[in-house]
């Protein structure tokens, strides 16, 4: 089993609907957890961290948390082309043998019809 | 502005001719972080340091070397690349392991 797993997609929505991108992972202690938005050859920028479980909202997106279930989603609201992207998820786990290591899903590919 | 630089942006060498790819923040992190992005293989740590004088290997450390002397500077030495190290490398550094972490722009080797 992968440590952090997405669907690669690719995820095809049209304009201003609502993108949902999920994200399952299997060490039960992890704390940090962080969406990336990835545009192909650029670098990765940070969209959200999330911490605690339960909605962080900021603008157009929301992050899910929920520990008991191990996943964390993204919701995108209203959803533009500029929107189409790859999206990483990564966690972060005091369990791990490296305590020094953000693991990341192989993302999801975003893609939003104009 | 704050930011994490890597030079160079991009590199072609041959089999074996020793590289060095410089990271340089200017946030006072903590920590930094070495990670090569494969097609269908994602991104994977190759380094991290948790602050200066300590290093550790990430997933994937082999045939490469870092050194973290200066809080700002973590350079990735490359002793004699092979063909199998063409890929797009990013540097990232945070305040910690669990904040956020910030990537440089990348730099794309290949090594011939």
């Known amino acids: 089993q992968k440590e952090v797993e997405q669907n690669s997609g690719p995820l095809s929505v049209p304009e201003g609907a609502i993108a949902s991108l999920n994200c399952t992972y299997s060490d039960r202690g992890s704390q940090s957890f962080f969406w990336y938005r990835q545009y192909s050859g650029k670098s990765p920028e940070l969209i959200m961290s999330i911490y605690s479980n339960g909605d962080k909202e900021d603008g157009r997106f929301t992050a899910q948390l929920n520990k008991a279930s191990q996943y964390v989603s993204l919701l995108i609201r209203d959803s533009q082309p500029s929107d189409s992207a790859t999206y990483l998820c990564a966690v972060n786990s005091p369990h791990s043998s490296n305590t020094g290591k953000l693991i990341f899903g192989q993302g999801t590919t975003l893609q939003v019809k104009p | 502005e704050a930011q994490v630089t890597q030079n160079p942006r991009y590199l072609i060498t041959v089999t074996g001719k020793k590289l060095t790819v410089t990271c340089s923040q200017n946030?006072?992190?903590?920590?930094m972080s070495w990670y090569r992005q494969d097609p269908g293989l994602g991104l994977r740590q190759i380094y991290y340091?948790?602050?200066?004088?300590?290093?550790d290997k990430g997933d994937v450390p082999e045939g490469y070397k870092v050194s973290r002397k200066e809080k700002r500077n973590f350079p990735l030495i490359l002793e004699s690349p092979s063909p199998n190290q063409t890929s797009l490398y990013f540097c990232a550094s945070s305040l910690s392991q669990w904040e956020t972490q910030y990537f440089g722009p990348g730099t794309r080797l290949l090594v011939l």
């Open positions: 946030m006072n992190h903590e920590y």
């Open positions: 340091s948790m602050n200066v004088e300590v290093t």
